[in-house]
């Protein structure tokens, strides 16, 4: 008996423990004695609920909502009590910048993440930054707008490589996702009318303080995406394929969906993948962070895997200013009983301890000048079109990922709710 409960606490697969294990894989058991690791729905039999998303999973309660002057989109999670704006920004190639203005933009970015935190009004801020297949439909628009095909010699050349550019590129795409805590804001929601209609006021605030802010990181808010814009993502994640029919059809410049018909046709839920209408999908969580000084550019080796379609998802969950410290203390104690239990014992001072310890020490520094501090998950979704496909990219990525002296795991039997969180702008936890 104490031999497997030893073995359950101490005995580690993939980054955890089996006692960590047995809750996952007695769901993934559970899910697939009952039938539900496949996702089925026609389109002509959608609820049609206003807004609703029709998003497998957890996620199915998952409506677009808009606002009150019809110009901002959000999405409303009544579970977990949130309501999210997405924006989608840019920025100047951070590689290219130099070593000052990389630690500038990152400093900026750390004081905006903190002026959010401090509202104590949001439950938690998400980057996602993904490659999509370009369906080459901005390239012709401008070729047919500002272009001559009749010219001679020149203009079939042109039309040519316009043609064969568009689809092979790869662009990328950053947006930034802020969830509203709607338990957390209830008196100025009140305040402000109550309701969807007061959450949104109380949002708007908090969009136009990132507005203003977020520029001192380097970073460019592109607008922040209606109903439509945000199911658009949405669907071109699930079938990255739609994206040529999106862009063509679209009346903007960014592609809009139907938002009942955001979530997939079919999926299909495997233990280290899952298969959706157009592509094979596999995520990974970032389990360890660099553990040595690096640049702030050390994920561009992961973010720019050349033949790699990914997302990467940054997802922040601010903290109390309270509750930090009282980590803060209750670690560093830990740390100094252990030294002290072990020069009782006669036994060497431990390296990983006197780290651990400076860490924690600068932790401390920055939290009492003014930082939030915040609980950060990674995750990684690797897309491909065909099974061999995926397992050549998951290969890349994975060596990519020790360049970029990060660890990244599979999150097996939890590949369909990962996929959920990682790959859709949703701010989920």
């Not at 697939?32 to 029709?54: C, D, F």
């Not at 990181?217 to 699930?238: D, K, N, Q």
């Not at 059809?249 to 809009?256: Q, V």
Request: hydrophobic share 45%.
């Amino acid at each position: 008996m104490w031999a497997l409960i030893l073995a359950a606490v101490f005995v580690r697969y993939r980054g955890r423990s089996l006692a960590d294990w047995a809750p996952i894989a007695l769901r993934y058991a559970t899910r697939r004695a009952k039938g539900q690791l496949v996702w089925l729905t026609r389109p002509s039999s959608r609820p049609r609920r206003e807004g609703l998303l029709h998003l497998p999973g957890t996620a199915a309660s998952l409506r677009v909502v808009t606002s009150p002057d019809r110009h901002t989109g959000a999405v409303h999670d009544p579970h977990q009590g949130t309501l999210t704006a997405v924006v989608r920004v840019s920025s100047r190639a951070f590689a290219l910048l130099d070593p000052a203005a990389q630690n500038s933009n990152v400093a900026g970015w750390g004081r905006t993440l903190a002026a959010l935190s401090r509202t104590g009004h949001i439950a938690r801020v998400q980057v996602l930054e993904r490659t999509v297949p370009d369906s080459g439909d901005a390239l012709q628009r401008y070729w047919s707008e500002y272009g001559n095909p009749g010219t001679h010699l020149a203009g079939p050349v042109y039309t040519d490589l316009v043609t064969a550019a568009g689809p092979a590129a790869a662009p990328h795409e950053s947006y930034v996702a802020i969830a509203l805590d709607l338990k957390a804001a209830r008196r100025l929601i009140n305040q402000a009318g109550g309701g969807l209609t007061g959450a949104f006021s109380v949002l708007t605030q908090l969009t136009a303080t990132f507005d203003h802010s977020v520029r001192n990181a380097g970073l460019v808010p592109g607008g922040w995406l209606t109903a439509g814009e945000i199911a658009a993502v949405i669907r071109t994640a699930y079938d990255p394929k739609a994206g040529a029919a999106l862009d063509q059809w679209s009346p903007g410049d960014r592609p809009e969906a139907d938002p009942a018909a955001a979530g997939p046709v079919v999926l299909v839920e495997k233990a280290d993948r899952i298969e959706t209408d157009s592509a094979h999908h596999a995520t990974f969580w970032i389990e360890n962070w660099p553990r040595i000084e690096t640049g702030a550019g050390f994920l561009h080796q992961l973010l720019f895997t050349s033949g790699v379609r990914r997302t990467l998802s940054l997802t922040y969950a601010p903290k109390g200013l309270d509750a930090a410290l009282k980590d803060v203390q209750r670690k560093k104690a830990t740390v100094i009983a252990d030294a002290a239990e072990r020069q009782r014992k006669g036994q060497v001072d431990s390296e990983e301890d006197n780290v651990e310890y400076a860490d924690i020490k600068n932790r401390e520094r920055e939290l009492i000048a003014g930082h939030a501090d915040v609980a950060l998950t990674g995750l990684v979704t690797v897309s491909a079109d065909t099974p061999d496909q995926l397992n050549s990219a998951c290969a890349a990525i994975e060596t990519a990922a020790v360049a970029a002296l990060v660890d990244l795991r599979p999150l097996t039997w939890q590949q369909a709710e990962a996929f959920t969180n990682a790959a859709l702008p949703l701010a989920r936890p």
